[in-house]
Structure formats: structure tokens, C-alpha cells
């Protein structure tokens, strides 16, 4: 679900920090993509421009089951699970037991071809389906600050996460700091 927040926090248009914020295109998507696919100890991807401009696409649509999930409106979120169940169809995704380098088995969600984008929307969309299926449609936030509609997965002890960023977070207590002086 990580991969699919930074998918939708890259390659969406809306405010990020206070400011409007314009998704990249042409070979800056590509890069935007690439580094939303990587991190967390895994190696950046090679990615096209196709690849970049269909996971953008699936980014729109994901960003959709993040607000839903936010709002917690049963109308929201019905049409957010229909977005789902859309992007598991038309990905085809299917687990399979993938080795790890170090030993033992991971489960991935490949696409029906398993090109770059397929592969990486089908699991997108399995961690969101599997997420809203459960108690953890919760853990699905749009920050709270405002001028930012970034999206994050709250991955805190307590479910208390409100904010995209540390840099939200600090912008909110400042104000609300400077508005009691």
C-alpha cells in the first residue's frame, strides 16, 4: 500500500505542502514513477513512458479509494471498491510465491502479461482491496493540512496519523501556534 500512496502522491495533480501541485509528464513521469516504484531497500525500476503513463492512470483511480477511505461515506466507499474490483479485473492480478534472494517466500500480485505496469497495478490494487476488505480501510488517510490532499498509509501503533509529512504536521502546529498568540 506504501507503493501505491507514493503512485498517487507522484503522478496526481492537487496541493502538496501549502502549494498547488502540477503531476509531472514526458521523461519527469518517467522519473517520478521510477522513484515511487523504488525505496525501501528495493532497486529503482527501469521504467518506459508507457509504463508511466498507464500507472498514472491507475494512480487517479487509486487516489479515489484513498479519499473513500478517508471520508468512511458508505457512498464513497462503495464507489471506491467498484474502482478496486475494476483495477483487479483489468490487471488480472493473481498471487503467486515469488523466492526472496536471502531465502523463503514472498507473495507478489502479478498482472495477466506482468509488464512493469500491470505487475505494479495488480499489487497496488490487491493491498488496496485487501485493505478495504478488512479493518484497515482505516489506516488510508488524505493529509489533513491545509492546501495538501497528499495521501499516506498510517502505519502508527495507535491509528493516530493525520498528515502526509512531517513538514504538514509542523506547518499546522505553527499556524495553530500563531493564531493562539
Known sequence: MEVAARLVNELTPGHRRGR????????????????????DGRRTPEV??????????HAAAMRT????CDAGQDDDLA?????????LRATGARPQLDALPGGGWHVHFHG????????WAAGCATGLALAMGSDLAGRLGVCAAERCDRVYVDTSKNSTRRFCSTSCQNRVKAAAYRARR
Not at 112 to 119: E, N
Open 20 to 39: 498547488p501541485y502540477d503531476a509531472p509528464a514526458g521523461r519527469e513521469r518517467v522519473r517520478a514513477t521510477a522513484a515511487a516504484l523504488g525505496g
Open 79 to 87: 464507489r471506491a471498491a467498484a474502482t478496486v474490483n475494476a483495477m
Open 112 to 119: 495477466r502479461d506482468d509488464s512493469l505496469a500491470v505487475g
Open 65 to 68: 479509494c484513498f479519499q473513500a
Open 48 to 57: 518506459s513512458d508507457a509504463d508511466a503513463v498507464a500507472l498514472a492512470g
